[in-house]
């Protein structure tokens, strides 16, 4: 089974790309990690998009459910950030 995951998961808004001011930013790679794998330092990212003008992903991505995983998000002159997710 997977699940749907976006910047309103798991609620409205909570993966957006905003900065300390709480202002959205665009152009923000959002590179999606398997957790055990990305601490082990060998993972591969399994899914990718970006953030519009919004701040907000472009794409929606498919995860596998019951797995944690780790949310990269990066952009020049700002992060890198990582938020651990669980589907």
Known sequence: MTVQV???YPEI???K???ERNDPIEGVTIRIFDMV???AGAGLPVAETV???SG???DTLSLADGRTWIIHFEKTGY???HEE???
Do not use: C, I, R
């Open 51 to 53: 953030t519009d003008s």
């Open 85 to 87: 997710v669980t589907t």
């Open 56 to 58: 907000e992903w472009v």
């Open 79 to 81: 992060g890198p950030v």
């Open 17 to 19: 790309a905003v900065d």
């Open 13 to 15: 808004g909570a993966l």
């Open 37 to 39: 794998e990305f601490e």
């Open 6 to 8: 976006n910047h309103d």
